[in-house]
């Protein structure tokens, strides 16, 4: 059997689960949607239909005090049940098993009635905690418990309570963010008593047959984090306290560590599970940027866990574990893990979806219908907008032919999978490729369509993408000017002392690729990076970052004066500037450009004149519309999508959404 540690039933005493893939806790934002609780439910169903072993739900509060903002869900009393029905039922109809997290947010509140073990404002939220009395103390246990014994009654097949990632169960656990000096405060067994207790007296309430996972933090990654020793104290006690299972929880929210960034290689952190795994007799899951079968099951392989969390890649393909089943990792959609229309669109209060996967959770709206009118089309440009169009338009059975006018499919993504930490690029490509050919698109490159081509054809899509800005500059054509395209390919070598004009993603991007030293997918050299110990002798898995020399002189720059970056992802931003400044990249705001020759850059910001002594000057100055000629398409049979259309703001996320839309009506 392929994959077959993967695969292999886990048996848990009272109950069965088909194989060993938890799909981890997300929220959506359909837990506060329109009809949300019923998109939900078709949500978790096609990935139970999908054959996941055990599903988490988002976060559930247990009282007002402890949701993550106003208005988030709550299961506090039984009028909140009949909603969570939905979801049981529909998951149970297709024989999966699911069970709801339940979330107290702590001082990681966005809502006045924030709560802490102390007083002690958290640096992500601009609030102060009130500390909770003893009393208050002994409520809180109390309401999780009461929310533990409604999810059973809403017929969930367990809970899973979350004790990490800096939310309040692990604000009690770890010194840093406790000062009490109460029955719940000082010594360790008093810090971890919140937790157990909760655990203890949920185990009395729902009985023996349901399962109770708890989300143990196994790396803080933040100052004065628990030691392994205290890990380890936990995990047993959670195992006394009658737990069914530990999942592992990596990084506090207010770590200044990637933890589930496209930089951090696949499985990285997974090795760390194995040091409570020889500890206890409770199943232990591995957690974080594993993506593919292949790194699933080699960290079953390893003995480092018994379970495999996985959360967004089920965003990305939910027949994840079908195809793994069937030994077909080519036809996985694979999370590219760059957090754009999930993370970053949840701190935008919109509705989670995926980049490569627009119908994820949105399967009811956006669903690809086969058509019962059949169409030639020609789909001009394989870009990510052309490749997903062809794929969607065929799958609902027209004929596509997809021109291209390279000798490859994939546009910017060619690019993109060159930056470090972006190389799952390689695996979109994959996919679409396999599906592409799947689903019989035709495929034409180094071709360069013709209008009386496209003449014959039902109707024709224009996804041409974008071409760079070249900003007006005296001495913009001088040898020392390179695009970010030329550099990216490989076509220039940026020299030792470089410019690069603009500051956006693209910007970072490059400025990433000339001033990177760390090996690629190493976990090792990811860690030494970035400070983290996966040996775990420090508390809170964190050891001192030594940073290498530059390998060049970098300086970006900007016109508007603002913060560089300002426009990068809510969630991966600081990861980038951060990772730049200790390269250290000068980034200069409020620039006017006076002239590029031999000298260098000649640049004055508040009207001060300064020369940039640089070999290298890199364009990254926006895009615009790379559409010429597409207005003597004047019909309606002609429509562009993608930066084609518009490229301001456009992305790889909004070009692949416009591709579905259109592919869903025409």
């Not at 910017?412 to 490509?429: C, R, S, V, Y």
Request: proline share 4%; net charge neutral.
């Amino acid at each position: 059997m392929p994959y077959s540690r993967l695969l292999t039933p886990l048996d848990l005493g009272f109950t069965q689960l088909k194989n060993r893939v938890l799909m981890g806790s997300m929220h959506t934002n359909l837990e506060e949607a329109a009809d949300g609780f019923k998109r939900l439910a078709s949500f978790y169903a096609l990935r139970a239909e999908g054959e996941v072993g055990l599903i988490v739900t988002g976060g559930i509060s247990p009282n007002t005090e402890g949701r993550l903002a106003p208005n988030r869900a709550l299961m506090a009393t039984h009028d909140d049940v009949k909603d969570h029905q939905l979801i049981t039922k529909a998951v149970h109809n297709v024989e999966g098993k699911i069970c709801m997290q339940i979330l107290h947010a702590g001082r990681y509140a966005y809502q006045k009635q924030i709560v802490a073990p102390s007083a002690l404002q958290s640096p992500i939220i601009p609030l102060t905690p009130r500390e909770l009395s003893s009393a208050d103390v002994e409520k809180q246990v109390a309401d999780f418990v009461n929310t533990a014994v409604l999810a059973q009654d809403a017929g969930y097949d367990g809970v899973e309570i979350m004790g990490s990632e800096g939310y309040l169960i692990n604000q009690f656990i770890v010194k840093a963010t406790n000062h009490r000096q109460d029955e719940w405060g000082g010594i360790y067994q008093n810090r971890i008593r919140f937790a157990v207790e909760i655990v203890k007296q949920t185990r009395l309430r729902v009985g023996k047959n349901f399962i109770i996972i708890f989300r143990l933090s196994m790396l803080d990654l933040v100052e004065n984090g628990s030691s392994l020793e205290e890990i380890i104290i936990l995990a047993k006690a959670m195992e006394s306290a009658g737990a069914t299972i530990i999942n592992t929880g990596i990084g506090w929210h207010e770590s200044r560590v990637p933890t589930i960034a496209s930089m951090v290689p696949p499985g990285a952190y997974a090795r760390v599970s194995q040091y409570v795994k020889s500890e206890i007799s409770l199943p232990i899951v591995a957690s974080n940027r594993i993506n593919t079968p292949e790194v699933a099951e080699n960290i079953l392989e390893n003995g480092w866990a018994d379970m495999i969390s996985i959360a967004r890649p089920l965003l990305a393909d939910s027949h994840f574990v079908i195809k793994a089943q069937e030994n077909k990792p080519e036809a996985i959609n694979t999370c590219i893990a760059c957090n754009q229309a999930c993370l970053d669109h949840i701190f935008l209060n919109k509705v989670a979806t995926c980049l490569v996967n627009p119908f994820a959770a949105r399967e009811k709206e956006l669903a690809l219908i086969p058509t019962d009118n059949p169409k030639s089309i020609a789909v001009v440009g394989a870009g990510p907008a052309g490749m997903a169009f062809s794929l969607y338009a065929a799958q609902r059975g027209h004929k596509v032919q997809l021109f291209e006018a390279t000798d490859s499919i994939g546009g910017q993504f060619n690019l993109a999978k060159k930056i470090p930490g972006k190389e799952d690029f390689h695996q979109t490509l994959r996919y679409f490729s396999y599906q592409l050919a799947q689903h019989k698109v035709d495929i034409h490159l180094n071709t360069r369509v013709e209008p009386t081509t496209l003449a014959k054809f039902d109707e024709v899509v224009i996804a041409t993408g974008t071409k760079a800005n070249l900003p007006d500059i005296d001495g913009i054509n001088h040898s020392s000017v390179v695009s970010y395209a030329d550099v990216l390919s490989g076509n220039k070598i940026a020299g030792d002392n470089v410019a690069i004009i603009g500051a956006g993603g693209i910007a970072f991007d490059v400025a990433e690729f000339i001033t990177n030293t760390v090996k690629p997918l190493d976990a090792d050299a990811f860690a030494n990076h970035w400070g983290i110990d996966l040996n775990m002798q420090s508390n809170g898995g964190l050891k001192p970052v030594k940073n290498e020399e530059p390998i060049r002189k970098v300086f970006m720059l900007q016109r508007k004066i603002r913060k560089s970056g300002a426009d990068l992802g809510k969630t991966t931003g600081w990861i980038h500037r951060t990772s730049l400044k200790n390269k250290k990249v000068s980034m200069l705001a409020g620039v006017t450009y006076e002239k590029i020759d031999d000298d260098g850059l000649h640049i004055s910001i508040r009207k001060k004149p300064r020369l940039i002594d640089v070999d290298t000057i890199i364009i990254c100055a926006g895009q615009t519309e790379n559409n010429l000629g597409v207005k003597e398409f004047n019909s309606p049979k002609y429509h562009i999508i993608g930066g084609a259309h518009v490229a301001k703001g456009i992305d790889a996320q909004k070009a692949i959404e416009e591709a579905a839309l259109l592919a869903i009506k025409i």
